[in-house]
């Protein structure tokens, strides 16, 4: 069992920037992808950016390409989410979330956080 803790939500104006971290409770296994979701009140959960924790390989989702970068810390064994000129439709609660397939559906990862509040005010 991993457990996954968020922090670095907040609220910020259009334009903003926020950095969020994703700590797990054990060392990655050199093969874990991990994976930045978030989910606005009365939408389904979607998929934002993505990272190998050995080797990289990033991905992102269309909306967020550009703005935010995913990247890791592997002597610190945390993962960031670095979103930079938010947009009041960025606000969501953002997850993170560890598997160990390289994809952008939801239902491959296998463990999660509770999440951290991102609102984005115009």
């Known amino acids: 069992q991993v457990q996954l803790v968020e922090s670095g939500g907040g609220s910020v104006q259009d334009g903003g920037s926020l950095r969020l971290s994703c700590v797990p409770s054990?060392?990655?296994?050199?093969?874990?992808?991990y994976g930045w979701f978030r989910q606005a009140p009365g939408k389904e959960r979607e998929f934002v950016a993505l990272?190998?924790?050995?080797?990289?390989?990033?991905l992102y989702a269309d909306s967020v390409k550009g703005r935010f970068t995913i990247s890791r810390d592997n002597p610190s064994n945390i993962v960031y989410l670095q979103m930079n000129s938010l947009k009041p439709e960025d606000t969501a609660v953002y997850y993170c979330?560890?598997?160990?397939?390289?994809?952008?559906?939801?239902?491959?990862?296998?463990?999660w956080g509770l999440g951290t509040q991102v609102t984005v005010a115009s």
């Open positions: 979330a560890v598997g160990e397939q390289y994809s952008s559906n939801p239902t491959a990862y296998d463990y």
């Open positions: 054990a060392r990655p296994f050199s093969r874990s992808v």
């Open positions: 990272t190998r924790w050995r080797a990289g390989s990033e």
